[in-house]
C-alpha cells in the first residue's frame, strides 16, 4: 500500500506564497507521474498541476499557470507546489495523487493513491 504523506498548508495572506510538499512510500516513485488538485466541500476536485516520472513533462491548469510551479525530487520521493501569488479564491484542501500515467493526468480518476489532504487557507 502507497502512502502519501502531505505536511504543510496553512494560512497566507493575499499575494504571498507557500510551499506544498507530499512525501511518498513507494520505493518506486520515480517511475510514477503525480499530480496535485483541490477541493471545496460539495465540489469535485479539481486539477491544480502535474508532473512526468522524470519531472520532463508538466501541466498546469490554466488559471494556475505562472503563479503555480510543480517539481519532484526523486532521490527524496517528494512531489512540491510552489504556489506565488495566492489569491483568496485558492483556499482549498489540496491533495497530492500517484498515478500510472505517465505526464501524470487532468483526471482524478487516474490517480491511484492520494494524501490525506491539506488545508490552505488565504485571507484577504
Known amino acids: 500500500q502507497v502512502q502519501l504523506v502531505e505536511p504543510g498548508g496553512g494560512l497566507v495572506q493575499a499575494g504571498g506564497s507557500l510551499r506544498l510538499s507530499c512525501a511518498a512510500s513507494e520505493r518506486l516513485f520515480s517511475d510514477y507521474g503525480m499530480g496535485w488538485f483541490r477541493q471545496a466541500p460539495g465540489k469535485d476536485r479539481e486539477f491544480v498541476a502535474a508532473?512526468?516520472?522524470?519531472?520532463?513533462?508538466?501541466r498546469y491548469a490554466d488559471y494556475m499557470k505562472g503563479r503555480f510551479t510543480i517539481s519532484r525530487d526523486n532521490a527524496k520521493n517528494t512531489v512540491y507546489l510552489q504556489m506565488n501569488t495566492l489569491k483568496p479564491e485558492d483556499t482549498d484542501v489540496y491533495y497530492c495523487g500517484l498515478t500510472r500515467f505517465s505526464c501524470g493526468s487532468y483526471y482524478h480518476d487516474r490517480y491511484d493513491y492520494w494524501g490525506q489532504g491539506t488545508q490552505v487557507t488565504v485571507s484577504s
Open positions: 508532473i512526468s516520472s522524470s519531472g520532463g513533462c508538466t
